[in-house]
C-alpha cells in the first residue's frame, strides 16, 4: 500500500479520541472523508463498528487506532511513523450477515450485522424458537432467552460471552449459539458454512415477543427472521502486520 493514498481521520466523541484527532490532523495530510483511499479510526471497536457501518457501500479500507476500552478490532494508538504503517499493514477482508425481519405487522426489514444477529426475549417469559437451516427443520422448539448468528470476527464479541465457540478467520463458518437455553437444556449450538441460511420462526409472538438485533438496528414484535452471509459486501480492515485480527482471535482461546 503506497504511503500516498489519500487518508482521513475520523474520530469518537470521547475526549481521548478528539485529542487524538486535534493532534493528528496537524501532523500528516489529510483529505475530506467522501475523498479518502484509506480511512483512519480513533475510538474503540463500538466506533470502528459505526465507521464499517457508515462505508459498507464504498469499501473503503479502515486501520483503527485504539482510543477506547477493548479495541479487539483496533491497533495500538500511536501518533508516529503513521503512512509507514498503513504502507505495510496487512488487509482483513469480511462479509457482513445480512438480516431478514419480520415484525408482526409484516413489515420487513432488512439490516447488515459484522458482528452478529441476535434474537432477544422483550418479556419477562422464555422466547420459543423454531429453527431451520437451509430450508430444514433442525430444531422444533427453542425455549431461550434468545439466540445469536455470528461471523468470526463477531465471535470473540457477543457470541462468546453467550458461551459461544470462537472461530478462526479463514474457516467460512458461522456459528449458532443459545443465550441461555431451558429447553434443550444441553444444547450447546452448532458450527454452520458461511453459506448456510438460518431461519427463526418465533412461536407464540403475542404471548412470548422477541426483538432482533443486527448490531445497531432493532426489530421489535418479530415472527419471522432470516440470517445469511452477504457477499456482495466486502469490509477491509488493516491491522499492523505484529497485531493481525486473525492471531488475536487465536490468542483468545488460550486465555484465563
Not at 464504498?58 to 483496533?74: A, K, Q, R, S, W
Not at 432477544?120 to 425455549?143: C, H, N, P, W
Not at 478467520?169 to 454452520?192: D, K, N, Y
Request: proline fraction near 5%; aromatic fraction near 6%; charge should be negative.
Amino acid at each position: 500500500m503506497s504511503p500516498t493514498k489519500k487518508l482521513s481521520l475520523v474520530a469518537d466523541s470521547t475526549e481521548i479520541a478528539q485529542q487524538a484527532l486535534t493532534f493528528l490532523s496537524t501532523k500528516y495530510p489529510l483529505v475530506p472523508e467522501e475523498e479518502a483511499e484509506i480511512i483512519v479510526a480513533l475510538g474503540g471497536d463500538g466506533f470502528m463498528l459505526e465507521t464499517l457501518h457508515k462505508h459498507m457501500k464504498t469499501n473503503t479500507p479502515v486501520f483503527g487506532m485504539n482510543c477506547g476500552t477493548v479495541g479487539f478490532l483496533m491497533n495500538t494508538y500511536n501518533p508516529d511513523n503513521l503512512l509507514e504503517r498503513l504502507q505495510d499493514a496487512d488487509t482483513v477482508e469480511l462479509h457482513p450477515l445480512e438480516m431478514t425481519a419480520t415484525n408482526m405487522n409484516n413489515i420487513e426489514v432488512k439490516a447488515s450485522a459484522i458482528n452478529e444477529v441476535s434474537l432477544l426475549r422483550e418479556s419477562r417469559q422464555a422466547a420459543k424458537i423454531r429453527v431451520f437451516v437451509d430450508g430444514t427443520l433442525r430444531m422444533d422448539e427453542l425455549i431461550c432467552d434468545g439466540v445469536l448468528v455470528s461471523t468470526a470476527a463477531g465471535s470473540t464479541a457477543y457470541n462468546l460471552s453467550a458461551h459461544g465457540p470462537i472461530i478462526p478467520l479463514g474457516t467460512e463458518l458461522l456459528a449458532l449459539t443459545p443465550i441461555s437455553s431451558f429447553r434443550p437444556r444441553r444444547w450447546r449450538g452448532a458450527l454452520l458454512p458461511h453459506s448456510a441460511s438460518v431461519t427463526f420462526e418465533i412461536l407464540f409472538p403475542d404471548k412470548r415477543p422477541v426483538s432482533a438485533v443486527a448490531d445497531f438496528t432493532e426489530v421489535r414484535d418479530v415472527k419471522w427472521v432470516k440470517v445469511k452471509e452477504d457477499k456482495s459486501i466486502s469490509l477491509r480492515l488493516l491491522f499492523d502486520k505484529d497485531q493481525s485480527l486473525k492471531e488475536r482471535i487465536i490468542q483468545e482461546q488460550f486465555q484465563v
